[in-house]
């Protein structure tokens, strides 16, 4: 009776042992950490996210704000004290505790767990209107193929075409703005299939995970360079490329003491290194022990600084030839859209072979948007995943495509007539001043919970090298100041003036201002005449014109949207606190310290 009791014991005690040890090896296999399948695939991930957008039409339109030389020496400046400090930093608490940003300062205090909070909804909103910008790409790819391009020639009388054709067709047939913030219009069909085909490419791209993602950027990340290269021989060959390239290197010294300029070019480190996405710490969290970030971080931030230079003089030099050809001078190159869809469209289009260029100019925009949003989209998933244990118990393409749905929708209004309105508000307000918060909350997480001499000993144990003085006054000093004041005067600066550029078409008659349909709103001297369909029936070619957008008053509407867009990723600072304090820490700290073991230990100060 005892024997028949004890083996029906022994067979239900091996059976919970089976069932524990089959849950165990799952749990495992579960949570095991991927990795990169080389190191020049991290380090191309990483290029390929730091080189942007933003390196190629928001440089070179702050050099010429700024003064051409003056801004490259107080770029260098940030660079030195601000972002090759931050960059380094971030790489390190990757590779360290192997979590995102959001279980990296859990694991160092639960109340920190709010800067990844943070980083999560800046990468979310970020996200929706940077992939409206590829949307805008995809387009203008796709027409590039027409031969003569579209925004070369003029199908239509209306006197805005017959003004400037790129504009015209940038304004009324791309993007078919409407003159008022409030008013967003309806949608534009082939804007829309665009931003269709942009999240699905990113869709494909983020589902495929990190090591088959890792093979990609072999091109993705290696292919803008050939493009920028070529470009930039073809630019120097044209007429007024000399002009163009001396007036982006010649300085402006009163200029540096210009504050904004110094503001500037601290917000563009963050723009051009990504600091503060968390794309770089997740990045980092997947590459093997003991990985010399020092070495990485120079090696990166000089790569994107250097590319930044190089498009500044492919820009300029494309730049001075449309001077030479349509006599725009340098102060009307504009930002972002308008130096990319306006500027070097029109450049392009008075080129031999313009379609050739036009296909290679906006495929290599293409390329660097889609790694740095791939580098944003990971990074958002990445901390998703560590904070919301449910989604580990569903299949990652299933909470990628409900993510990317979700992000679809709330961009569809961007492709709306008002949607480059909101666009620009989620670049001014949703990403720039939260960035900052998120750097400082990283630095004060590490030097003040964590401890400064902690980390710069396991930076030691981990690369070899014994930080030097440089750093450490970087990390202590220098930036969580240079960080204070940008919070300090971006917040003053966007307060001040709240303001948004507001479409008027094609400046008027003198004074005068043109209505969306071609007819004039008012009209102070000038000779033209025109029908209610902007049709000319006479002009007289002298008349002055002036901008096409004119700085108006944010309305109640456009308040409320700028402040939901700046407070939403702060709010979630204090409130991402109290999650961490609801949920247990889930880091495994006897892992993190396994992270040290073997090794190099040596004493070269760096």
């Known amino acids: 009776m005892y024997a028949v009791y004890a083996t029906g014991r022994n067979a239900r005690f091996n059976q919970f042992k089976n069932r524990a040890s089959f849950v165990k090896k799952n749990v495992k296999q579960v949570d095991k950490q991927e990795e990169w399948g080389s190191k020049s695939e991290y380090i191309l991930s990483l290029i390929g996210f730091a080189v942007g957008i933003g390196n190629i039409w928001r440089f070179p339109y702050l050099c010429q704000k700024h003064g051409g030389g003056a801004f490259l020496f107080a770029y260098v400046v940030m660079v030195i004290i601000e972002g090759l400090p931050l960059f380094c930093l971030e790489l390190h608490i990757g590779n360290h505790f192997k979590k995102s940003v959001s279980g990296s300062m859990r694991h160092i205090k639960k109340g920190l767990v709010g800067v990844g909070w943070c980083t999560i909804t800046v990468c979310f909103l970020?996200?929706?209107?940077?992939?409206?910008?590829?949307?805008?790409?995809?387009?203008?790819?796709?027409?590039?193929?027409?031969?003569?391009?579209?925004?070369?020639?003029?199908?239509?009388?209306?006197?805005?075409?017959?003004?400037?054709?790129?504009?015209?067709?940038?304004?009324?047939?791309?993007l078919r703005l409407s003159p008022d913030i409030r008013e967003l219009g309806?949608?534009?069909?082939?804007?829309?299939?665009?931003?269709?085909?942009?999240?699905?490419?990113?869709?494909?791209?983020?589902?495929?995970?990190?090591?088959?993602?890792?093979?990609?950027?072999?091109?993705?990340?290696?292919?803008?360079?050939?493009?920028?290269?070529?470009?930039?021989?073809?630019?120097?060959?044209?007429?007024?490329?000399?002009?163009?390239?001396?007036?982006?290197?010649?300085?402006?010294?009163?200029?540096?003491?210009?504050?904004?300029?110094?503001?500037?070019?601290?917000?563009?480190?963050?723009?051009?290194?990504?600091?503060?996405?968390?794309?770089?710490?997740?990045?980092?969290?997947?590459?093997?022990?003991?990985?010399?970030?020092?070495?990485?971080?120079?090696?990166?931030?000089?790569?994107?600084?250097?590319?930044?230079?190089?498009?500044?003089?492919?820009?300029?030099?494309?730049?001075?030839?449309?001077?030479?050809?349509?006599?725009?001078?340098?102060?009307?190159?504009?930002?972002?859209?308008?130096?990319?869809?306006?500027?070097?469209?029109?450049?392009?289009?008075?080129?031999?072979?313009?379609?050739?260029?036009?296909?290679?100019?906006?495929?290599?925009?293409?390329?660097?948007?889609?790694?740095?949003?791939?580098?944003?989209?990971?990074?958002?998933?990445?901390?998703?995943?560590?904070?919301?244990?449910?989604?580990?118990?569903?299949?990652?393409?299933?909470?990628?495509?409900?993510?990317?749905?979700?992000?679809?929708?709330?961009?569809?209004?961007?492709?709306?007539?008002?949607?480059?309105?909101?666009?620009?508000?989620?670049?001014?307000?949703?990403?720039?001043?939260?960035?900052?918060?998120?750097?400082?909350?990283?630095?004060?997480?590490?030097?003040w919970f964590y401890g400064i001499h902690r980390f710069t000993r396991e930076v030691k144990e981990k690369t070899g090298y014994q930080i030097g003085w440089y750093w450490q006054i970087c990390w202590v000093v220098l930036s969580p100041l240079v960080l204070l004041i940008l919070i300090g005067f971006s917040l003053f600066s966007y307060f001040g003036d709240m303001s948004y550029s507001q479409f008027i078409g094609c400046a008027g008659i003198n004074s005068g201002l043109a209505s969306e349909n071609g007819s004039m709103l008012e009209t102070n001297n000038g000779s033209a005449d025109y029908n209610l369909t902007g049709n000319m029936t006479n002009f007289n070619y002298g008349i002055d014109y002036k901008e096409w957008q004119v700085s108006s008053k944010l309305p109640t509407e456009g308040i409320v949207a700028a402040l939901f867009f700046l407070l939403t990723p702060l709010l979630t600072l204090p409130l991402g606190a109290l999650y961490g304090h609801i949920y247990p820490n889930t880091t495994n700290e006897e892992q993190v310290q396994a992270n040290l073991e073997s090794c190099p230990e040596e004493n070269e100060v760096l």
């Open 186 to 447: 309806s949608f534009n069909p082939t804007l829309v299939v665009c931003l269709i085909i942009s999240w699905v490419t990113i869709f494909i791209c983020i589902s495929r995970g990190i090591k088959s993602s890792g093979k990609v950027v072999y091109f993705s990340a290696t292919a803008p360079y050939v493009v920028l290269i070529i470009l930039l021989f073809r630019g120097a060959t044209l007429d007024g490329a000399k002009d163009g390239i001396m007036y982006f290197l010649k300085p402006d010294a009163k200029k540096l003491l210009d504050l904004s300029l110094w503001s500037d070019a601290a917000s563009q480190i963050f723009y051009s290194l990504g600091i503060g996405f968390g794309a770089i710490v997740s990045f980092a969290s997947f590459t093997k022990n003991c990985d010399n970030v020092i070495r990485d971080s120079i090696i990166i931030t000089v790569v994107n600084c250097s590319t930044s230079i190089l498009g500044g003089f492919v820009i300029f030099s494309i730049v001075g030839y449309r001077k030479h050809m349509t006599g725009a001078d340098f102060d009307q190159l504009g930002s972002g859209p308008g130096l990319a869809f306006v500027a070097i469209a029109e450049a392009v289009a008075n080129m031999h072979i313009s379609p050739l260029w036009a296909v290679l100019f906006y495929s290599m925009l293409l390329l660097l948007g889609l790694d740095s949003l791939f580098g944003l989209m990971e990074s958002m998933l990445h901390q998703l995943r560590e904070e919301i244990p449910v989604l580990k118990r569903i299949k990652k393409h299933g909470v990628n495509a409900c993510v990317c749905f979700l992000m679809f929708l709330l961009a569809l209004p961007t492709a709306t007539n008002g949607g480059q309105y909101i666009v620009n508000l989620m670049d001014t307000w949703a990403v720039s001043i939260p960035l900052l918060f998120v750097a400082l909350g990283e630095i004060v997480s590490i030097v």
């Open 126 to 174: 970020c996200a929706v209107y940077y992939n409206s910008i590829i949307m805008w790409i995809i387009r203008y790819l796709f027409e590039s193929f027409v031969n003569p391009l579209p925004w070369s020639e003029c199908k239509t009388d209306h006197i805005c075409c017959l003004e400037d054709k790129t504009q015209y067709y940038w304004y009324y047939e791309h």
